[in-house]
């Protein structure tokens, strides 16, 4: 189990190449940070387009 900062990290390294990848890399790097991160599908597919969701104060 990755520590929350390492999937941060990660997903730090993976956004910029996901955002610009075609249809088929995107499934391709998506698996890849599912294996990783141990997130569900499509709560790493909203993580990687959008972002973390911001804390409320």
Known sequence: MMRQGSKRELWETIQPR????SKAEKHKILDEFIATSGYH????????RHGYPRKQQ
């Open 18 to 21: 996901y955002l610009k990848a």
């Open 41 to 48: 599908r499509k709560y790493a597919i909203r993580i990687l």
